[in-house]
Structure formats: C-alpha cells, structure tokens
C-alpha cells in the first residue's frame, strides 16, 4: 500500500513537471527577444574574427534589447578580455555567473563582485 502511495505521488508531482516543460518549450519570443539573440549571434561572430570593438557594439544592443539574454553577458566578457580590460571583463562575467538576473542586477545599481576566469564563450549557446 506505501509503495503504491508513492508511486502516486510520483506520477502526480512529474505530471506536472512535464506540463511546466511543455509549457516553457512552446512559449513564443518576443520580437525584442529575437532581435537580442540575432544580435549576440553576431557579436560572437565578431569575436571569432577577433574584432571586439565591433562585437562590444552588438551585444551592447542585444542587452539593451533583452536584458535577461544571459549568453550576451559571457560574450562581452570574452570582447573586454580581448581588448585587454580585465576590469569590464570581470564584471561582465560576474553579471553572467550570477543567480539573479542581470536585469535586476544593472537595475540596482550594485557592481557585481568577485568574477572568475572569462573563457572563450562556447558556440551554440543560443
């Protein structure tokens, strides 16, 4: 009788979890949310090629687009580590590795700490 409980509770508790993904995966981006991905597409393009003043400009729209394109934030990070400025680097990076959204981040006006090691971005983030 316990394991059937059990397995009722299961089924009830990953029902809906499979609803909540279903959900997630059929939500439509905004046109805004689009033109942000095609954007840090192409800032990541640009650092490929390594021209990072370019990318910097393209993912700068991207975020001002869509503050919430996480993927946007590691990018910039890699185009301020090319160009050599550790500090916009590090915060950058530091605004991507966060649990909290970088819009509310930017929004509050508190710098990001701390930051790691900025990587090359890996390809197909978005």
Request: glycine share 8%; hydrophobic share 35%; aromatic share 6%.
């Amino acid at each position: 009788m316990r394991r059937l409980l059990v397995f009722v509770l299961a089924m009830v508790l990953l029902s809906g979890c499979v609803k909540q993904i279903a959900h997630e995966e059929t939500r439509q981006l905004s046109p805004r949310e689009k033109a942000s991905l095609q954007l840090t597409e192409e800032g990541r393009q640009f650092l490929d090629e390594d021209q990072p003043d370019q990318a910097i400009r393209s993912l700068e729209q991207a975020i001002s687009l869509n503050p919430d394109n996480g993927p946007c934030y590691y990018y910039l990070a890699e185009a301020w580590l090319q160009k050599g400025n550790f500090s916009e680097a590090r915060q950058f990076n530091s605004l991507a590795e966060s649990d909290t959204p970088p819009a509310e981040r930017v929004a509050s006006g508190s710098p990001p700490k701390g930051g790691g090691h900025v990587g090359k971005a890996p390809k197909g983030l978005i």
